[in-house]
């Protein structure tokens, strides 16, 4: 099985700030397979990136999503208020299984 | 615009199996992969399992022994029953739809806690 590792655990930012997060995987992902989700308390997780770098209908153009092999990162270009939340990578593998990494926490500092 | 709305008792007894429906509007069940997520209060999302409108499923190698998931298509549902559950099963239960090819989910019910206790 396939093990995503996010870090930081919690990335503490200002409003307008770049905030950049990794995923790494255990062994290497094809790229088609790796998503990114936004998720707020209370609330169903949200699809952001799909494919590692396709932004989801109706996801602002501050976030992208890139990396390949083992290395995948989402970067949010100017953190708005809205975008403090918890960030998770997800990985579908050859094993017909799919992971998602612990998460990376995005506060306001 | 496709919903997903998760049904099932909130509370579960130890050892008895927990049930739950997600049912789907705005959209046709046939032609996708459904799927059971969850998140234990305060922590991750685990993946559970998925099921094709065929019937043909897969599911989390750690959960496989305790899982069925089913889906009628007649009535645009699909189930989860998790058995011989305990305190670690509680959790919110989310449904969501997975865009095959690429497996990623595009569309999610709300969720639902279900917490296991006497």
């Known amino acids: 099985e396939i093990v995503l590792t996010q870090s930081p655990g919690t990335l503490s930012l200002s409003p307008g700030a770049r905030a950049t997060l990794s995923c790494r995987a255990s062994?290497?992902?094809?790229?088609?397979?790796l998503a990114w989700y936004q998720q707020k308390p209370g609330q169903a997780p949200r699809l952001l990136i799909y494919?590692?770098?396709s932004r989801a209908i109706g996801i602002p153009d501050r976030f992208s999503g890139s990396g390949s092999g083992t290395d995948f990162t989402l970067t949010i270009s100017r953190l708005e208020p809205e975008d403090f939340a918890v960030y998770y990578c997800q990985q579908y593998g050859s094993s017909l299984t799919l992971t998602f990494g612990q998460g990376t926490k995005v506060e306001i500092k | 615009q496709v919903q997903l709305q998760e049904s099932g008792p909130g509370l579960v007894k130890p050892s008895e199996t927990l049930s739950l429906t997600c049912t789907v509007s705005?959209?046709?069940?046939?032609?996708?992969?459904w799927s059971w997520i969850r998140q234990p209060p305060g922590k991750g999302l685990e993946w559970i399992g998925y099921i094709y409108y065929s019937g043909s499923t897969n599911y989390n190698p750690s959960l496989k022994s305790r899982v069925t998931i089913l889906i009628d298509t007649s009535k645009n549902q699909f189930s989860l029953k998790l058995s011989s559950v305990t305190a670690a099963d509680t959790a919110v239960y989310y449904c969501?739809?997975?865009?095959?090819?690429?497996?990623?989910?595009?569309?999610w019910g709300q969720g639902t806690l279900v917490t296991v206790s006497s």
């Open positions: 494919g590692a770098s």
């Open positions: 062994q290497s992902v094809s790229s088609s397979y």
């Open positions: 705005g959209g046709s069940i046939t032609s996708y992969y």
């Open positions: 969501a739809r997975v865009r095959g090819v690429r497996y990623y989910f595009d569309y």
